[in-house]
């Protein structure tokens, strides 16, 4: 079984430039998770879809950030415009349902805003 | 405000000895809590998990303690083996085992052969 695909794995941007994020999830999972993990922090929910509705998106920055999962598959997380503090690994995460005992996390992309 | 600790960023230990990670938290409405493990450039992978109206779960060679009353959990790993050199991570929800995940700043093991 395929795992979670993301890409790209590695990503340097300028502030104020923008940039995109992808995640292909494990195949039937109706549940997607976008994680903010900073450096020698635990990762942090932004936004959590069950199938292509949102269920919590509190904690996305929603005047920079955007996500969306079109047709309850793929999904992406977008960020315009980019600060310094976005420096982070951002983690994607699937499960069939909504419980965390099922939950697969994908490779993570890291971002270095310059 | 940082609900869920781990006031030990690492921790070492030989090989086949016991490793014991500690996590703490503040929010009393915390109902469920989860370990995760991390290798480097990989994503977290759950590993175990215990509901609050438990004080313990066994899987293996990995048992969770909970102390309610403490606010306190931890993770015994025994024995211990090199491949258990990782990040580990607890995390707390309010929701039961759907509720959002508080995470952890994480501990990183090290088990030396």
């Known amino acids: 079984e395929a795992g979670v695909a993301q890409s790209p794995r590695y990503k340097i941007i300028e502030k104020r430039q923008s940039v995109a994020f992808w995640c292909n999830p494990i195949s039937g999972h109706a549940t997607l998770y976008w994680y903010q993990q900073i450096l020698g922090q635990g990762p942090k929910l932004l936004i959590q879809f069950q199938n292509n509705g949102v269920v919590d998106d509190s904690q996305l920055p929603k005047d920079r950030f955007s996500a969306e999962r079109l047709k309850g598959v793929d999904s992406t997380l977008k960020i315009q415009p980019a600060k310094l503090e976005d420096s982070a690994v951002y983690l994607c995460?699937?499960?069939?349902?909504?419980?965390?005992?099922?939950?697969?996390f994908g490779p993570g992309t890291r971002l270095t805003v310059l | 405000d940082q609900q869920v600790k781990q006031n030990s960023p690492s921790l070492s230990v030989q090989e086949g000895r016991i490793s014991i990670l500690n996590c703490d938290y503040t929010?009393?409405?915390?109902?469920?809590f989860l370990w995760y493990k991390k290798y480097p450039a990989e994503g977290p992978t759950f590993l175990i998990s215990?509901?609050?109206?438990?004080d313990k779960n066994e899987d293996g060679r990995f048992t969770v303690f909970l102390n309610k009353s403490a606010k306190h959990l931890s993770l015994h790993i025994v024995p211990s083996q090199p491949g258990d050199s990782a990040v580990y991570f607890c995390?707390?929800?309010?929701?039961?085992?759907?509720?959002?995940?508080?995470f952890g700043q994480g501990t990183t093991l090290q088990v030396k052969p």
């Open positions: 995460a699937s499960s069939p349902g909504s419980s965390y005992n099922e939950q697969f």
């Open positions: 995390a707390a929800s309010a929701g039961g085992n759907t509720g959002k995940l508080i």
């Open positions: 929010n009393s409405m915390f109902d469920y």
């Open positions: 215990i509901s609050s109206i438990k």
